[in-house]
C-alpha cells in the first residue's frame, strides 16, 4: 500500500515556488546562444538523466504544471541534476513508489514538483568557478542550498547526506548543468516523510526483519535466542541487524564446527548467541539523523558499542578490529527502528569465545589453509627442517605468503623456476631456506596491537624486517623496494601467531645472491629482452664484431634504445630506410656504427647512484653525452635538440650495467650524414596524411606562410589535425564548410592569424624542455601556455585545451608537436564573435 505524504501546505508551497520562478523568468537575461541544446533537451539527450526527464513529465501531468516548458525558456538557470542511480536511491527509501510512474495524485505530483524545483537556481547560470564555499543558494521552491568545495563540489540539502558533482558545467543554451549522485530534499519534504512514519503500519521490529529477505539468519538467531518477545515489547529499539552475508561471514570466522545457527546448541551456546544479538540492539530509537559519534549502551548490559563518524556517515565499532558498515537505514516499524548493517558486531564475550576455540600449530594452521598451500609446500621442499620447528612450543610469529605470492615470486626469478620443486640443487635449498627463515620471529607471539610503527624485528634468517603502519593497514618492509601488506592479521596458533601477507619477504642476503645467479652479459640481456630486439638486429646488421665486443669482460654502461625509439629513428630517415636492413652499404653501416659507439660507455659500468646533473660522459664512438636529472628522471642529451629519457635505470649485467632510453641517440657524426635528408616542417607536414588540411590552410591563407616554414628557422610548429580542423569549421557555422570558403582578403588574412598563432620563431622547443604553464610567444603576437600533468596540453585563448597527440617530430628546420584543436587567439575569437 502506499504510504501518503500528509501535506497540508504543499499546494501553497509550490504554488509560491512556481510564482517565484515564474518572476525569475520575467527577470533573466534575453542573451542567447547559438546551436547549444536546453537544459531539458540536454537531458534528454543523456541517458544517465532519463529518470530525471522522467520525473519532469510525470509533475507536469498536473494542470498549472509546466517545469518542461519553464526549463526549455530563456532562463538563465542552475539545475542540480540527480542520476538515475540518485533517483533508484529516493524511490527505495518511499514506501509504495518502485517507478516514478507511482506519483499518479495531484497530490503526489506536487510532491515530486517540490523536489525537482529545489534542485533549480532561477535568474543566474552559475559555473562551477562561480561557486565559494559555504556559498548559500535560493532554490526555485523556496529552500537553500549550501556549496561545499571540501576535497570537491558538494550540495547541502536539509539532509544529513551531502550531494556530490559528478559532472560540473555541463552548458546548455538557457544555462547551466551540474550532474550530482543524490536526490536533494528540502525541510518541506523531510517534515512530510516524517509525518508518515507516525502513521506507520510496517508491524514490530521482528515483523520487519520477518519481512525482509536479507535478514532471514537475524530472524533465525532472535528465534534460536528466544528474542522474540522482546522484539516484539513496546520499546522503543534500535536495532543494527546483520544481514544474511554478515552471519554467514561469522560462521566461516568460526571454522567448521559452525556451519550453520543450529551449530549453537548447548546451554553455553545459545546464551553467547543472544548476547551478541542484545549487543545489536539499543533502547532509544535512533534514526540515521539522529546518530552522532560517541558510545552507547547495548541491551547487552556493560557493553557497548561505538558510532564513529565515517566521511558523511557512520559506522559501527565493536569490540574486533573491523567496524561494521551501516548499508540501509531507517526500516522503521511500531516499536522502533532498524539499521541493516554489513558485519555481524561481536562484544569481547563473543571474542574471547572465537580465542577460546581449539587452536592449531602454526603449520597445522597453515595446512588447513588453502591460500597457504605453496608455503607449506616450500617448508617441505627447503628439507631443513622446518616442519618439525614450526611444530615446536615456540612461540613463533610468521609472516605467511599467500599462494599468489609465491606464484608472483616464482614468475619474477624467471624460466629456471616454475615452480618450488625447481629448489632442488643444496644451493637453492639453501636459498629457499633463508627465504622462509627471514618469516620467522622466533620467542614471541606478537599480535598486530604488539606493532609499531617503524619498529624493527630480528628474524631467524638474522636480518631485520621493519613495520610500517599506514592508513590502509600494516606493511611489512623487506630489502626490496617493495613492502608487503598484511591481508589478514592475528590469526592465533598454539605455539604463536600468523600474520597473513600479499608479497614473499626477501632479505639482502638472497637478493645479492639471486642478483649473482641470475645475471647474463649485457649482449645475452638485450636478447633476453623483447623491446630491446631492434637493438640487438642493429648490433648484428653494422657487422662491426660489436656483438662480440659487448658479451667480453667489460665493463661497459650502455644506454639501449627500444624498439620504438629505432622505429622513430627509421620514420625520421625517411622512405629510404623502413628497416635496419636498409643500413646495407659499406658507408650505411659505418653510419650505424658510429651511432651504436655512440650509446656505449667502456670501463665502467655507472649505475643511476653513479651520474650527476650536468655530467659529461665520453662514449666509444668518440663524442660527448650530457646527463641531466631533472624530477627524479635522467635525460641524456646528444647532439640533437631532443633528449633522451632512461625509462628503466640499472639493469645489471655480469660485464656492467644498461640503462633503456626511449630514444636512439645520434652523435654530430651522425647528424652531419642525415641532415641533408631531414625534411623541413612543411615537406614533414605533406607527408603525413591526418595533417593535409594543415597544409592546405597554409596554401589558402596565401600570406607565403609555405614559404616562411620552408625555410632555416629554427621554428616550433603546433600542428593541428584533419579533425581538429573540421570541428573548427563546424563550430563557425554554415559559412565555412570548408577552407576554401576563407575566400576574401579579410578572410585570408584572419586565417594567416590564426595559423601564426600555431607558430613559435626562433627555437625549435622540444616537450622535454617544456614547464608546466610555461608562456610560449607566437608569430602571431599573443601567447600560448604550455600545462603538463598527463601529457602535455597547450592553452590558447578559449576554455579547451588542445592535447599534444604526437610530440617532437623532428624536421630540418625545427619540430612539430600534433595537436588535436586548433588553437584560438583573442583576436580571433573577438573576430568571429
Known sequence: ??????????????????????????????????????????????????????????????????????????????????????????????????????????????????????????????????????????????????????????????????????????????????????????????????????????????????????????EAAVIKADLVATLSSDGPFTVFAPTDDAFVALLDILGDDYNNLEDFDTEAEIALLKNILLFHVITPKVTSSDLAAGNIQTAFEGNNIEVIASGDSFVIGDASDINANITSVDILASNGVAHTIDKVLLPQAAIDFVLGLQLKTIVDTAVATDDLSLLVDALVQADAGLVATLNSDGPFTVFAPTNAAFVALLQTLGDNFNSLADFDTDEEKALLTKVLTYHVVAGTAAFSTDLSNGQTIETVQGENITVALTDSGVQIIDATSTNANVALADVAASNGVVHVIDKVLLPQEVLDMLAAMSLKTIVDTAIATDDLSLLVDALIQANAGLVETLSSDGPFTVFAPTNAAFIDLLNTLGDDFNSLADFDTDEEKELLVTILTYHVVAGTAAFSTDLSDGQIIDTFEGENVRVTIKDGTVHISDATDVNASVVLADVAASNGVVHVINKVLLPQAALDALTPAMPNIVETAQSVDDLSLLVDALIQADAGLVTTLSSEGPFTVFAPTNAAFVAFLNDLGDNYNSLADFDTDVEKALLAKLLTYHVVSGAAVASTDLTDHQEISTVQGESLFAILGHGVQIRDKSHVDANVTTADVLTGNGIVHIIDKVLLPQEIIDALH
Open 1 to 218: 500500500m502506499k504510504k501518503i505524504l500528509q501535506l497540508k501546505n504543499l499546494f501553497f508551497i509550490l504554488t509560491v515556488s512556481l510564482f517565484i520562478w515564474s518572476c525569475d523568468k520575467e527577470n533573466s537575461d534575453d542573451a542567447t546562444m547559438t546551436e547549444m541544446m536546453t537544459i531539458v533537451e540536454t537531458a534528454q539527450g543523456q541517458d544517465a538523466l532519463s529518470s530525471l526527464v522522467s520525473a519532469l513529465s510525470t509533475a507536469d501531468n498536473s494542470e498549472g504544471t509546466d517545469l518542461i516548458g519553464t526549463l526549455s525558456s530563456d532562463g538563465p538557470f542552475t539545475v542540480f541534476a540527480p542520476t538515475n542511480d540518485a533517483f533508484t536511491e529516493l524511490l527505495t527509501q518511499l514506501d509504495g513508489f518502485d517507478t516514478l510512474a507511482d506519483f499518479d495524485t495531484d497530490e503526489e505530483r506536487a510532491i515530486l514538483t517540490t523536489i525537482l524545483t529545489y534542485h533549480v537556481v532561477a535568474g543566474v547560470a552559475a559555473k562551477s568557478t562561480d561557486l565559494t564555499n559555504g556559498i548559500i543558494v535560493e532554490t526555485v521552491q523556496g529552500e537553500d542550498l549550501v556549496i561545499n568545495l571540501d576535497g570537491g563540489v558538494f550540495i547541502n540539502d536539509a539532509t544529513e547526506m551531502n550531494a556530490e558533482v559528478l559532472i560540473a558545467d555541463v552548458a546548455a543554451s538557457n544555462g547551466v548543468v551540474h550532474v550530482i549522485n543524490k536526490v536533494l530534499l528540502p525541510q518541506a519534504i523531510i517534515d512530510a516523510l516524517n509525518e508518515g512514519e507516525m502513521t506507520n503500519e510496517n508491524g514490530t521490529l521482528v515483523d520487519v526483519v520477518i519481512a525482509t529477505e536479507p535478514l532471514s539468519l537475524l
